[in-house]
């Protein structure tokens, strides 16, 4: 450990080093509450246990990554975390120091951290805590963010272990909401769901385009205390605020008081969104072929590509990632961690999709199976690549896509991307920039 970070109502953060892979890390450990105290102390503990379950599940782009969880070795054992270090600070403060975002900035913003409340949705997740300051910035000049605290997740349909018993809001020294962004029935203690985030995904909207709390502090607790009217005071304010009338309308309909008459999904809150945006000014939700310029090799930070004939295109932004094109007739060699392999992409006479990965200077292997010279894919698989001496190298995602009319239509969190070709997608961890692969037309 290196420094500390930051302090919460249940832990305190440190700033450390990966010894072994050479990285800042980000170290949470339970703390601030006695073991003494109960049920608080009881309950941030589950929930502290439970985030660490929560992240485990979750593997959106966008989603804080979780590397490893355990327990001090001292008495009551406290729990800790270790997660990616993401250095460039928060969306408030982002939001605070720079000002209100434009259109553009927020959809580009908004829609990664859509699509990682919707994987955790379809997981049985609730994060509960949806807020500027829980939005992490990778540092550098874009704005790529990831989804932090799940301290107060809620699983629902399908629990996780260690599910903290939350029926009590307030458990003595533990608030388990923020009371500026928490939906309504969530301050009253009342049973949650996925609508609780679409409740405050609302506000985040408000904040990004009006660059402030839509409603001061305090007064969202207050009116839930004393019943007041939530929907009128919510239109109000957006009345009074430099939001476009389209797009106050939908966060209008994501802040209803009562819960079933906001938008149903986090997705279609999106749909809607994107809808109230002027077309000119909305991103692009679907590309459906891209202007390829002559290339012999691509390089990317630490992601290399070569082919003997192909072509790259412009890069393209979608769900938050860089994603950079190759289209090719022949093989495509990829280095990346110091592994090296040979990727080619073939389609049968039944016109069905094969991927078939080799190493260079490297063994392939699927989890938790033997290490071989090549494997051959026809479905979404990871693989890890080590070295002669069986050191893990890279870890590599491959994904296929759906069939589609033509080619393959791709997801990026709340967009979609449809390829006219066949193509891979090829998602090394750890890096930012994808590579799309697709084959050449007329191949």
Same mark, same amino acid.
């Given at each position: 450990?290196?420094e500390?970070?930051?302090?919460? !109502?249940? &832990?305190? @953060?440190y700033?450390?080093?990966?010894q %072994?892979?050479?990285r800042?890390v980000?170290i949470k450990v339970?703390d601030?509450l006695?073991a003494?105290?109960?049920?608080?102390?009881?309950?941030g503990?589950?929930?502290?246990?439970?985030?660490?379950?929560a992240? &485990?599940r979750?593997?959106?782009p966008?989603?804080m990554?979780?590397?490893?969880?355990?327990?001090?070795?001292r008495?009551?054992?406290l729990p800790f975390?270790? &997660?990616e270090?993401?250095?460039?600070?928060t969306?408030?403060?982002?939001v605070?120091?720079?000002g $209100?975002?434009s259109?553009?900035a927020?959809l580009?913003?908004?829609? *990664?951290?859509c699509?990682?409340?919707a994987?955790?949705?379809?997981?049985?997740i609730?994060?509960r805590?949806?807020? $500027?300051?829980?939005i992490?910035?990778?540092?550098?000049p874009?704005?790529?963010?990831k989804?932090a605290?799940?301290?107060?997740?809620?699983?629902?349909?399908r629990?996780l $272990?260690?599910?903290a018993?939350t =029926?009590a809001?307030d458990? !003595?020294?533990?608030?388990?909401?923020s009371?500026?962004?928490s939906?309504?029935?969530q301050?009253?203690?009342?049973?949650?769901? *996925?609508?609780?985030?679409?409740?405050s995904?609302?506000?985040?909207?408000?904040?990004?385009?009006?660059?402030h709390?839509l409603?001061?502090?305090?007064?969202?607790?207050?009116?839930?205390?004393?019943g007041?009217?939530?929907d009128? @005071?919510?239109a109000r304010?957006?009345?009074?605020?430099p939001? $476009? @009338?389209?797009v106050?309308?939908?966060?209008i309909? =994501?802040c209803?008081a009562?819960?079933?008459e %906001?938008?149903?999904?986090i997705?279609a809150?999106?749909?809607?969104?994107?809808?109230?945006?002027?077309? /000119?000014?909305a991103?692009?939700s679907?590309v459906?072929?891209?202007?390829?310029?002559a290339?012999e090799?691509?390089?990317r930070?630490t992601v290399?590509?070569t082919?003997?004939v192909?072509?790259?295109? /412009?890069?393209?932004?979608?769900g938050g990632?860089?994603?950079?094109?190759?289209?090719t007739a022949?093989?495509v060699e990829l280095?990346h961690?110091?592994?090296?392999?040979?990727?080619?992409?073939?389609?049968?006479?039944?016109?069905?999709?094969?991927?078939?990965?080799?190493g260079?200077n490297?063994? @392939?292997a %699927? *989890?938790?199976?033997?290490?071989?010279g090549?494997i051959?894919?026809?479905?979404?698989?990871?693989?890890?690549?080590f /070295?002669?001496d069986r050191r893990?190298?890279?870890v590599?995602?491959?994904g296929?896509?759906?069939?589609?009319?033509?080619?393959?239509?791709f997801?990026?969190g709340?967009?979609s991307v449809r390829?006219?070709q *066949?193509?891979?997608l090829?998602?090394?961890?750890?890096?930012?920039?994808?590579?799309?692969?697709?084959?050449s037309?007329?191949t």
């Open positions: 450990m290196q500390v970070i930051a302090h919460g !109502g249940m &832990s305190v @953060v700033r450390g080093m990966d %072994r892979l050479l800042p980000c339970f601030g006695d003494g105290s109960k049920p608080a102390y009881a309950t503990h589950d929930h502290f246990v439970q985030e660490a379950f992240l &485990s979750l593997t959106h966008n989603t990554r979780i590397y490893d969880f355990g327990f001090l070795e008495e009551p054992a975390q270790i &997660s270090w993401i250095a460039g600070g969306l408030h403060q982002r605070r120091k720079d $209100p975002l259109i553009d927020a580009d913003l908004l829609e *990664p951290i699509g990682a409340l994987e955790a949705h379809a997981a049985g609730v994060h805590d949806v807020k $500027p300051s829980n992490l910035l990778v540092d550098g874009g704005w790529m963010p989804l605290d799940f301290g107060i997740a809620k699983a629902t349909a629990g $272990p260690h599910g018993d =029926a809001i458990c !003595g020294r533990i608030l388990l909401y009371p500026g962004w939906a309504p029935e301050l009253r203690g009342d049973p949650v769901g *996925p609508s609780a985030d679409v409740f995904f609302g506000l985040l909207i408000a904040f990004c385009l009006g660059g709390a409603l001061p502090s305090g007064a969202l607790m207050r009116l839930v205390a004393q007041g009217d939530l009128a @005071v919510v304010a957006l009345a009074e605020s939001i $476009p @009338v389209d106050a309308a939908v966060i309909r =994501a209803r009562v819960a079933d %906001r938008y149903a999904s997705e809150l999106w749909d809607e969104l994107a809808a109230a945006v002027d077309p /000119s000014d991103v692009p679907e459906m072929a891209f202007a390829a310029s290339s090799t691509v390089t930070d290399a590509c082919a003997t192909e072509r790259q295109t /412009s890069t393209f932004v979608a990632r860089v994603v950079r094109v190759v289209e022949e093989q280095a961690g110091g592994a090296r392999l040979r990727v080619s992409l073939l389609a049968d006479q039944a016109g069905e999709l094969h991927l078939h990965v080799k260079i490297c063994f @392939v %699927r *989890p938790e199976g033997r290490l071989t090549g051959a894919l026809k479905c979404d698989d990871t693989l890890q690549l /070295s002669p893990l190298l890279a590599v995602r491959c296929f896509g759906v069939p589609s009319q033509p080619g393959r239509l997801r990026f709340a967009s390829v006219p *066949p193509a891979v090829i998602d090394f961890e750890e890096r930012q920039e994808l590579l799309l692969i697709q084959q037309r007329g």
